[in-house]
Structure formats: C-alpha cells, structure tokens
C-alpha cells in the first residue's frame, strides 16, 4: 500500500472519530441537562443514552489513535523534537483516556446494576469526578502536539490554529467545549484525505538490439 493511501486511510480514521465524538458530546450534554441537579450514577449509567455516548467514544479513541499516526507522519521531520514529543504524550495520552471510555462503557453500567451500592461510597467518587474530565485530559494531551503542527507549517495554517485553539478552550471543563477540538481534528482529517495518490514509477522500455 503506497504511503499516499495510508495517509487517506488516517484522515479517514480522524474524520470518523470527530463526528463521533461531536455526538458523544451531545448526548453528554442531554445527559446532563435532563438530570438538572439530581444527577445520579447508578441510574445513569443504565440508561440506553449512557451507553451509546460511552460506547461512541471508545470507538472515536481508537480511531482517533489510528489517524494521528498518519497526521503526525507527515509533518514529522518539520514538527521536529518538538513533534515528537507531542505526539508521544498525545498518543499515550489517548490511550489513557481510552481506558477510561472502556470503564465507562462496560464496567459502570455492570457496577450500576450489580453493586449499587458502591456508587453511594465515597470511594466511587473518583468515577463520578472522572467522567467530565475525559475531554479534558484528551485536549491537554494534544496542547504540545498542536503547538509543534502550527509551528511545522506543514498543514494549513487555518486548520493548525484552529487545532491549537480547540484544544485549549477543551481545557475547560464545561459542557459542549470539546466541540472545537473536534471539528479541527475532522478538518485535519479532510486535509489528509486530499493528499495526492503517488504516481507509479515509469517503466523504461529496454531498446531491442538487432
């Protein structure tokens, strides 16, 4: 498979995870909003919509974990030591948090059903903390790879601000916030996929000798 492919097959994977993770934050929004001040776990987390926004970012996690090889392979001799060490910390930064998006979808709801009780303890405080911070961690992940792609100028430059800006409004951990970095990240995505297929080396004829 020739790198241009690859490459497509990256911004693909970025273009995915950002609508995906648009939705989730929709859904965690609603979520929140049709809980007012009664929010309660143990209730929430067997509901069909906490589901569906848990499992909406796994699945935006790991692709997002495919596409960001193929965003930081082709600026990675511009982004320089300074890419890499973004990239580094974004990526295992990811993985982090798509841990906690794998808590959030298969053992929550198991320990919402089966144990209730243990979302009472004070001990369970740490998932209920935990869960508007997921975005957070993930934007702050990305602040350093975001810095070294605006200073790379190897994407557009609109795209590569517009990144930088996401991320740091994503620091903030209010509802909808998380929308900016991902719109950038779907228009990273995009750039990717318009990365030109690489022309086949012409075969030179051999010249027949009589």
């Known amino acids: 498979m020739p790198p241009s492919s690859l490459l497509k097959l990256s911004g693909l994977a970025?273009?995915?995870?950002?609508?995906?993770?648009?939705?989730?934050?929709?859904?965690?929004?609603?979520?929140?909003?049709?809980?007012?001040?009664e929010y309660d776990l143990k209730q929430i987390a067997q509901t069909g919509t906490f589901f569906?926004?848990?499992?909406?970012?796994?699945?935006?996690?790991?692709?997002?974990l495919g596409g960001m090889v193929g965003f930081y392979v082709r600026q990675s001799e511009a982004a320089g030591k300074l890419g890499l060490i973004g990239f580094v910390l974004a990526f295992f930064g990811t993985v982090v948090v798509e841990g906690d998006f794998y808590t959030n979808t298969f053992v929550t709801p198991l320990v919402a059903r089966e144990a209730p009780?243990?979302?009472?303890?004070?001990?369970s405080g740490f998932l209920q903390v935990w869960l508007p911070f997921d975005?957070?961690?993930?934007?702050?992940?990305?602040?350093?790879?975001a810095v070294a792609t605006v200073?790379?100028?190897?994407?557009?430059?609109?795209?590569?601000?517009?990144?930088?800006?996401?991320?740091?409004?994503a620091?903030?951990?209010?509802?909808?916030?998380?929308?900016?970095?991902?719109?950038?990240?779907?228009?990273?995505?995009?750039?990717?996929?318009?990365?030109?297929?690489?022309?086949?080396?012409?075969r030179r004829r051999s010249k027949s000798h009589r």
């Not at 970025?14 to 001040?37: N, P, S």
């Not at 009780?117 to 001990?123: A, M």
């Not at 900016?180 to 080396?201: E, M, N, Q, S, Y």
């Open 171 to 202: 620091l903030v951990p209010f509802p909808l916030v998380n929308i900016p970095l991902d719109a950038a990240l779907g228009w990273l995505g995009l750039v990717l996929l318009r990365v030109p297929a690489a022309k086949a080396p012409r």
């Open 117 to 123: 009780s243990f979302l009472d303890n004070p001990l």
């Open 151 to 169: 200073r790379a100028r190897v994407y557009p430059r609109a795209a590569s601000w517009f990144l930088l800006a996401g991320a740091l409004v």
């Open 52 to 64: 569906v926004q848990s499992l909406l970012t796994l699945i935006a996690g790991a692709l997002l």
């Open 135 to 145: 975005f957070t961690l993930l934007a702050f992940s990305w602040l350093i790879l």
């Open 14 to 37: 970025l273009v995915m995870a950002a609508v995906m993770f648009v939705i989730a934050e929709m859904l965690a929004f609603a979520i929140f909003v049709e809980a007012e001040a």
